[in-house]
């Protein structure tokens, strides 16, 4: 006996998409009938990923949502005349922005974790000031405070924080790093870029870039959202594919879709994958290390792919980014012009928000100075 039930599940461990459609009777026709960028969306799909099972009360599939990213989901339903659909929708999540003023009591990490309820903050604000604050001599009145990005989906903890804007102060000395956001690279308070050198370089000589990255839009003319979670580079078939970073290949193989990929793991929490390849570089494999530059494969086009191109996609901590927000950012140890006029009026207005809640009674405990509730935006453009 069955009854119609709702599943939150983990997605199988070896599990490609296509083997989740014959699980469930769907016609494999729904996949090979979707458009390149639909077919590379699947192969996003991950281990233990939690998705949403609907089932009739035969036990029979009624439609699943699947998870991809922390803003695009894949929705496959069954209609009334027994025909399977696919589209993809955007993910309804919660989003708070906090700014909150924490003196340091026991260390960082400690009190960190204490106000916020997240230990990865700590993890963030030591990467940020790496080589710049030692955190091992924090002592007890110094201060940090934070302004950040937290997601929640259905109550629970969706991706990880993003931090905005952090302050630690030490002995009376202050230091500043705010992200600007057109470029989503951090800056002091004055301005003045602390990273010189480009951690990515672009893994390949490409003739266009072909398409691309997209975390989720609404298509005018198709009515209905697309994504696209990386770039790819057009170039000829057998080009040479280098590695964007040092680092270790993760993954070696074919992977739904994309075909023939090799995933990097760097630093930092960064990964890189390169798909469509013709084939690797065969002194490479699993396991291995490689440095930026290294030649890892071939461009070409197998998996699902309309044309030769390498579809390369970023993602830190897991969460896919534009490749060329990371890899083209400036060369210059600051900003220039109008960017520099609005990026030091933001940062004004946090910093003197900072200033001001360190300089109150409450200066004894951690405060939080605002946090904002709403619903993720649909971003809409054209084309």
Avoid at 348 to 372: G, H, P, Y
Wanted: glycine share 8%.
């Amino acid at each position: 006996m069955h009854s119609a039930e709702v599943k939150e599940l983990p997605w199988p461990k070896g599990e490609s998409f296509l083997t989740f459609l014959e699980n469930y009777s769907i016609p494999q026709k729904l996949y090979f009938d979707l458009e390149k960028e639909d077919k590379e969306l699947c192969s996003e799909i991950v281990a233990d990923k939690r998705f949403f099972l609907y089932t009739e009360e035969d036990g029979s599939f009624n439609q699943v949502l699947i998870p991809v990213s922390e803003d695009i989901q894949i929705h496959i339903y069954k209609e009334s005349n027994g025909k399977f659909k696919f589209q993809t929708l955007p993910i309804k999540y919660e989003e708070y922005n906090e700014t909150i003023a924490i003196p340091i009591s026991v260390s960082v990490s400690h009190d960190i974790l204490k106000a916020t309820g997240n230990v990865t903050l700590a993890l963030q604000l030591k990467a940020l000031f790496s080589g710049i604050v030692d955190f091992r001599k924090m002592q007890k009145g110094d201060f940090v405070a934070l302004k950040y990005t937290k997601k929640s989906l259905l109550g629970r903890p969706h991706g990880l924080p993003e931090l905005n804007a952090a302050m630690v102060e030490i002995r009376g000395t202050k230091y500043y790093r705010i992200k600007n956001q057109k470029d989503d690279k951090y800056y002091d308070e004055k301005g003045k870029g602390f990273s010189k050198t480009y951690f990515f370089r672009i893994p390949l000589t490409y003739k266009r870039i072909s398409s691309k990255f997209t975390k989720k839009r609404w298509h005018p003319v198709l009515k209905r959202y697309r994504a696209h979670l990386g770039t790819d580079f057009a170039a000829p078939r057998g080009r040479k594919i280098y590695a964007a970073a040092d680092g270790k290949i993760e993954f070696k193989g074919r992977r739904g879709g994309y075909g023939n990929t090799i995933i990097i793991n760097h630093q930092n929490g960064y990964k890189t994958l390169y798909a469509h390849q013709n084939g690797f570089n065969k002194r490479i494999k699993r396991g291995s290390r490689v440095k930026k530059g290294q030649h890892i494969g071939y461009v070409g086009s197998t998996g699902l792919s309309s044309g030769p191109h390498l579809h390369l996609g970023l993602y830190k901590n897991g969460k896919a980014v534009d490749p060329l927000k990371v890899i083209r950012r400036p060369k210059t140890s600051g900003l220039n012009g109008k960017h520099r006029a609005t990026f030091l009026a933001n940062s004004k207005k946090v910093t003197n928000k900072f200033e001001s809640e360190m300089k109150s009674e409450n200066r004894t405990r951690a405060t939080r100075l605002d946090r904002l509730t709403y619903k993720s935006d649909v971003n809409k453009i054209e084309g």
